[in-house]
């Protein structure tokens, strides 16, 4: 007699035992559900494989923790292999060992060498004496941000900010304005702070290109600031920049597609 047929006798028997019940349950769930748990999360399994193996291959991540997180996935499925085996299993436990399979590319630490270098050699700027305090100021803090993602990308894989991080720091290197003998003009102080305010304007949910466009002219005021001490050029930038700002928030803003748009790549069945 089959387990299920068996199982349908002792429920409709008003007096079977309660082992009669619990042995029926058992026999149905080994012959029924835990082969289908097996075939389930050996998918599950190969989707994790699959999906590490395409993390590995786009270079974002150090090799170690790729290793690291392999090792954890064939951990876990040979402890649930032995988990499943055994008679007294739980849907928690099951549920446990399959949310940790499925999230095993989370165990991923993205390789900050490059940033880490940008930050090596930034600060060696940020420690000079040759550059205004402000603009010194500016670089130092992209670079305690750029720090504190560093120490955060040690503890959890989290969103991947490296060439974000890299580029604002390569900014404030752009925008660093050397100290002058001279006693500043006042044209030159206003050309400063018109560079100040603009350095603080951020993205927002303005265009790349509108946004690139605006640095462009800030690292053309920074660069007169440095090489040249005439006032009409200060002037005539002071002008180019306060069209440019002006250009910048007057720019569309783009439209953001909060869909999820990630693609994975699947297991063929």
Known sequence: ??????????????????????????????????????????????????DLKSDSESGKYTQESVKEAKK??????????????????????????????????????????????????????????????????????????AKSY????????????????IKEIDNAIKSLIEKTKKVSSQARKSLESKVSIAKKIEQGKKSKLAYDELNKVINESVNILNVSGNDDDYEKQIEKLEKAIEKFKASEDIKIDNTDKKTKKKIKK
């Open 72 to 145: 954890f996935v064939e951990d876990s499925y040979k402890e649930l292999k032995e988990y499943l085996a055994r008679d007294d299993i739980q849907d928690s436990k099951i549920d446990d060992y399959k949310f940790e399979l499925q999230h095993s590319p989370d165990r991923l630490r993205y390789d900050t060498s490059e940033l880490e270098k940008v930050i090596s050699e930034a600060e060696v700027k940020s420690n000079s004496d040759k550059y205004t305090d402000e603009t010194l100021e500016y670089l130092k803090d992209k670079l305690s941000e």
């Open 150 to 165: 560093l120490k955060e990308t040690k503890s959890k894989r989290g969103q991947d900010k490296r060439s974000e991080l």
């Open 1 to 50: 007699m089959s387990a299920y047929n068996k199982a349908i006798l002792v429920s409709n028997n008003i007096n079977s035992t309660k082992d009669e019940v619990s042995e029926a349950y058992k026999n149905l769930f080994n012959s029924l559900i835990k082969p289908n748990l097996y075939i389930e999360f050996d998918i599950v399994k190969r989707q994790a494989d699959a």
